[in-house]
C-alpha cells in the first residue's frame, strides 16, 4: 500500500484517515483512533496501578501479562465509541520504545498483528516523540519551531523542536528524572505507590505556617553554566531532612511543600536559559509532570513575562496515553515513515 495511495485528493476532497494508536511501553494499555479530519474520535485506557501497588513499583512481567488482556478489549471499546469497524482503520501505530522491552514487544505484535490481518501499514513510533507533538492534537495552531520541556518519571530533558523527527538536545538530567526522584521522595517518607502524585497533593495542601519548617532546600545545578539537570542529590537533601524531623504528618506536609519548590524553581532557572540561549519563547510541556499545577502555573506566569506562549497537553494526555500515538502515527504517516515490512524491532532505550 504506498503512501501516495493512501493520500490520494479526489475531485479535491481529501480522504480522511484513520490511525488506530496502541500505547504500551510501560504500565498503561492506551488505545485510541485518531481521524484526519474529525481529530481523535475515540480514546481508552487501562492502568495497572492496582497490581503493582502491592510491589511498590511497576514489575515488567505482571505489566507484559496485564496488556494482552486489556489490547482486545480496548480496541472494541474504541471502535465502538467511533461507530467503525476494524476495517475502516488505514494505519496501526504502536509505541516501539523506550520502555519496558516486554510491555513493547506485547504492542508491538498485537498492533503488527493487526495490521497484517486487515492489509494495512503498521507504525512504529518513538514514546517520547508522541509526548512531544501531544500538545498539537488539541492546539493545532502550534507551529514549529518551539522548545519542549520533557518531564516524566524516566526523562527530563529541555529540547528544540524544528519538525517531526527534527529534534536538538538542549539539556537532560544527569542522574534521576523529576518525576523519579518525585517517586522515590515520597517512597522514602512512606506515602503510597504511586507516590509521585500523592507528594504533589501533599505539597499543595501544605498549610503556609509550615512553608518554613525546614531550611530551603537546595536547587541543583543552578551554579552551572548549562541546561543540564540533576535531582538525586534533592532527593537525599529531602532524606536527611526527613530523618531528622518528627516524622509527622505535618513533616511530610513541609518536605513535600520544599521538595516540590525546588523541583519548579530549578526547571524555571533551565527553561529561562533555554530561552535566552535560542529566542524561542514558544513552549511544550510534555511528560506525567507535565500535569502538575504548581509548575503549570509557574511556567505560564514565566512565560507571560517573555510575551511568549506555552502550551500543555490535558493532564490525560501528559501520562502515557493512546491518543498521543495515534497522533504522532498520522504526522508520521502522512510524511511518508511507514514500516517495512512485518519485522518486529522494539527498543528499551531508544534516543530520540
Known amino acids: 500500500m504506498c503512501y501516495s495511495s493512501c493520500l490520494m485528493i479526489v475531485m479535491g476532497i481529501l480522504l480522511s484517515i484513520r490511525i488506530l494508536g496502541i500505547e504500551s511501553s510501560c504500565d498503561e494499555t492506551g488505545v485510541a483512533i485518531y481521524d484526519s479530519e474529525q481529530g481523535l474520535v475515540a480514546d481508552a485506557l487501562h492502568s495497572q496501578i492496582e497490581i503493582h501497588q502491592q510491589y511498590g513499583g511497576v514489575v515488567p512481567e505482571l505489566a507484559s501479562r496485564d496488556h494482552i488482556n486489556y489490547l482486545v478489549p480496548l480496541v472494541e471499546q474504541c471502535l465502538n465509541q467511533a461507530s467503525l469497524l476494524k476495517q475502516d482503520i488505514d ?18 505484535c498485537f498492533a503488527k498483528s493487526l495490521a497484517l490481518s486487515l492489509g494495512k501499514p503498521a507504525i512504529a513510533v518513538h514514546h517520547l516523540e508522541a509526548h512531544l507533538l501531544a500538545a498539537q492534537l488539541e492546539n493545532p495552531q502550534l507551529g514549529f519551531p518551539f522548545l519542549a520541556l520533557l518531564v516524566s518519571g524516566g526523562h527530563t530533558q529541555l529540547m528544540k523542536v524544528d ?24 517512597k522514602l517518607m512512606g506515602l503510597p505507590y504511586p507516590g509521585g502524585s500523592v507528594l504533589a497533593q501533599l505539597a499543595d495542601e501544605c498549610p503556609s505556617t509550615a512553608h518554613k519548617l525546614f531550611p530551603k532546600f537546595p536547587r541543583p545545578m543552578i551554579d ?18 526527613w530523618i531528622k524531623s518528627k516524622q509527622d504528618d505535618l513533616a511530610r506536609s513541609a518536605i513535600a511543600y520544599a ?3 525546588a ?76 514500516d517495512e515490512g512485518f519485522d518486529i524491532t522494539v527498543k528499551a532505550r531508544w534516543p530520540l
Open 259 to 261: 521538595f516540590q519548590q
Open 224 to 241: 552551572r553554566p548549562g541546561l543540564d539537570f540533576s535531582f538525586s542529590g534533592l532527593k537525599t537533601h529531602a532524606l536527611n531532612t
Open 263 to 338: 523541583v519548579i524553581e530549578t526547571l524555571l532557572i533551565k527553561c529561562q536559559r533555554a530561552i535566552d540561549q535560542t529566542g524561542i519563547t514558544r513552549w511544550v510541556v510534555a511528560g506525567g509532570v507535565g500535569a502538575n499545577r504548581q509548575l503549570r502555573a509557574a511556567l505560564i506566569h514565566k512565560m507571560a513575562a517573555y510575551g511568549g506562549q506555552i502550551y500543555f497537553p490535558r493532564p490525560a494526555f501528559c501520562t502515557d496515553n493512546g491518543a498521543m500515538v495515534a497522533y504522532a502515527g498520522w504526522l508520521r504517516f502522512q510524511a511518508g515513515y511507514i
Open 163 to 186: 519538525g517531526l523527527g527534527a529534534y536538538e538536545m538542549l539539556g537532560e538530567t544527569l542522574d534521576d528524572a523529576a518525576g523519579e526522584a518525585f517517586d522515590k521522595t515520597a
Open 91 to 108: 494505519a496501526v501505530a504502536y509505541t516501539a520504545g523506550p520502555g519496558l522491552i516486554g510491555a513493547l514487544l506485547t504492542g508491538a
